[in-house]
């Protein structure tokens, strides 16, 4: 397989993306290309450093960079402000500077402390991302959105800081398990769902359980890639609404998400039962035709996702945890609709009672 480069570019902002197979051990020149050789930091998990930091970082030495591991527990429960500062202790400890980066490598957990750290530190320094994850390589590694939680709510703290350089090695994901592989599905069904109808009808007859197909999967991630920054570039710091649209299904998913205290459902399978809420919306207050919202539900049960909520699971909780979201602005919901798969848009209409009987029907 050819590995492809993309340049991503924004109005302040422009950097390079690899996507292909064998690319770790290659790491070290690429960085070379962008970045000073100096003391950097791999910052990583407890399951994705044993398997891939020590090729990233003989590769990162012999090509004249000082790099420096710093592994931390894997979990959504590590993105904490508590842990952000811990790992700049361990930065100040190991000498970076202002002159140094920091690599993150792993899914999005990574991607997202790895970022406000490399936002943060001498009041900011480049960022590599590495992603581990489908979902991080589709998403959460592209558009600079980094932050950690709070005991409040998910990604409250953070800024936005586009990295320097993405590393997509498809070769990671072969020790990827099934199900943190399927919830990458969520975000490419919610991106086809917003932006790209024939990606959507694409993915209707993609094989989810056959061998990770790298030629298919190499294109799909790249079109993912392109979705993405495209909307970002448009308005990167979220301000006029158009990046709202990938909010789409997330603001009833991160509900979910909450409501099931992070360990109920991963954020993929959150969102598809979020998508599935934002459809029943989208048909009521946006004209989505019945067989399009079924159409979308057909997909996400494709990739074993989940479309229905469990019988007993509480959804006063959910309803409850909505009001933490940050798209409710001064108490008025910032709903991202789709009147037909391929578009969508943040409507003001959709009220509490629109969102209380998707869950319902959930
Ligand atoms: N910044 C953004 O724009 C953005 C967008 C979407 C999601 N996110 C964030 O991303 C996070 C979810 O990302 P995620 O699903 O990648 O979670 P994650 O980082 O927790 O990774 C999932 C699990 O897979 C393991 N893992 C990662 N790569 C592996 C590999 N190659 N082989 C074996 N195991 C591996 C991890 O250790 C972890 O246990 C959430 O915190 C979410 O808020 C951010
Ligand atoms: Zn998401």
Redesign the pocket.
């Known amino acids: 397989m050819v590995h492809t480069g993309v340049e991503i570019r924004g109005a302040g902002y422009c950097y390079q993306l690899r996507v292909g197979s064998g690319l770790l051990e290659k790491i070290g020149k690429y960085t070379g290309k962008y970045l000073h050789p100096g003391t950097c930091a791999i910052i990583s ?4 450093a044993p ?2 930091a020590g090729l990233v970082k003989r590769s990162l030495t012999s090509a004249g960079f000082n790099p420096n591991l710093i592994t931390i527990p ?3 429960r590590s ?1 904490t402000l508590t842990q952000a500062g811990a790992i700049c202790e361990q930065m100040v400890a190991a000498g970076l500077d202002r002159q140094s980066f920091v690599i993150g490598l ?7 402390i790895s ?1 406000f750290v490399a936002a943060v530190y001498h009041r900011g320094i480049p960022h590599v991302q590495i ?3 489908l ?2 390589m589709v ?5 600079g ?3 950690v ?1 709070t005991a409040d709510g ?2 409250l703290i953070g800024a936005v800081h586009q990295p320097s350089l993405v590393i997509d090695d498809l070769d ?6 099934c199900r ?1 592989f399927n ?2 599905f969520a ?1 490419i069904i919610k991106h086809a769902i917003i932006a790209d109808e024939k990606m959507f009808r694409q993915l209707q007859s993609w094989e989810p359980g056959s061998p990770r197909r790298p030629v298919a999967l190499q294109r799909l991630i790249r079109r993912n890639i392109e979705i993405k920054s495209k909307i970002v570039a448009k308005d990167e710091f979220d301000r006029t609404g158009t990046r709202a649209v990938l909010n789409f299904g997330h603001t009833i998913g991160h509900a979910i998400e909450r409501a099931g205290y992070y360990n109920r459902f ?3 399978e959150a969102l598809s039962l979020g998508i599935v809420a934002a459809c029943a919306v989208s048909g009521k207050k946006a004209g989505l035709p019945r067989r399009e919202h079924d159409a979308v539900i057909g997909l996400l049960q494709r990739f074993a996702l989940p479309t229905r909520l469990p019988k007993k699971f509480p959804r006063q909780k959910i309803l409850d945890a909505l009001k933490f979201d940050k798209k409710f602005e001064g108490g008025k919901i910032r709903f991202v609709v789709t009147p037909q798969i391929g578009s969508a848009h943040v409507s003001r209409n959709v009220t509490t009672g629109d969102i209380r009987e998707a869950i319902d029907e959930l």
């Open positions: 998990d407890t399951n994705v398997r891939f894997a979990g959504e993105k792993g899914g999005g957990v990574i991607g997202d970022g992603p581990t994850t979902l991080a998403d959460s590694s592209i558009g959105k980094t932050g939680n998910k990604n990671v994901l072969k020790t990827l398990p943190e919830q990458g975000e991963l954020h993929g």
